[in-house]
């Protein structure tokens, strides 16, 4: 971004605009084609969503217009919401519902990964080539090798392969069925269309699940975004030190997906909901302690961070795997894309909201906004476990 603006004249706010912008529409497009990967095979799909991609990201690294640039930014945002659909239908097709926390946490830890790795091959491209421009083409060329690699290796189902489905691969091997695959596996004959109101739209469930997801990313997008800000200026931290602590947030973020999924799968059997709880109001009590400690201390802060990141990225990791398992796995990448879209409506909140709040008022303001999230997430899923409860009861 340095170098863009210095080349370009580029000012900030068009780069806000531009990052705000494609929040949105990558919300919207993880919605929209999470209903179209729903009846496509994903190893298509998501090689062409790749592939876009990085035809995109070569057009915005060759722009020299600001109004082009955007252009292809949102583009690259659209086509970047092909990829987590098929991701989700292929993990419902290939585990059960007893792996999916664990499997879907590993599968999650990829963001941070490539986040992390990225940052490493960027510093290397700009040191090397002594051009922002090749931060964008090197990945793309990596993205059009993602592209082959997909396409040779990626299969839609195990049927796809003359294998057994999953439910019957698991009857076969524990000599018995769930009841809960058994009616995922044999459920009532619907059209696409009546299974995705039937088990998405007009389930209360998802709406509390997605709802939730919107409190979370709050919490996790201010985080991200704004944490270095508010450490020098409310704590009184340097810039660098405040970039240093910040990266602990998503360090420790991959550790608490790992342990939330395996609490999900062997703990709770399968029960997201109370590990999101547990969770949450561990976030809740650390972020209070975390305004409540003045200190410009790195060790504390970072600690506090860090716990923080490891309490967020868990129920941030586990909502898709909740709504996976309640829509079942013929609906389950339209309904993980309609999680994903109140996910990402929460950047009107993190991006414009959280600076107005700062600049209007103080950072104590923005720590209500953020604590009040936390509970408030934490009370939607107290009440998907008494959903659940009173479905147990009436079984």
Known sequence: MPGIEADLGITKVQLGLFLTAHGLLYGISKFANGILADRCDPRWFMALGLFMCAIANFGFGMSSAVWLMGLFWLVNAWFQGMGFPPCAKSLTHWFSTSERGFTMAIWNTSHSVGAGLVLLLNAWVIWFFEDWRYCFFVPALLAVFGTVWLFNRLRDAPETIGLDSIEVYHAKKTGAISSEDAD???????????????????????????????????VRFSILDWAPTFLKEAKGMEVYQGGIVSSAFELTGILGMLLSGWLMDRVFKGRGAKVCFLYMFGCTVTLALFWYVDSNSILVNSLFLAVLGFLIYGPQCLTGAIIANVATKKVASGAIGFGALFAYLSVIVTGWGVGFIAERYDWNAVFLLLLGSSFIGMLLFACVLNAAAKDESRQ
């Open 184 to 218: 995922k596996a044999t459920g009532p004959e619907l059209s696409w269309g009546q299974m995705l109101y039937e088990y998405v739209f007009s389930n209360p469930v998802i709406w509390i699940v997605c709802l939730s997801n919107f409190f979370i990313y709050i």
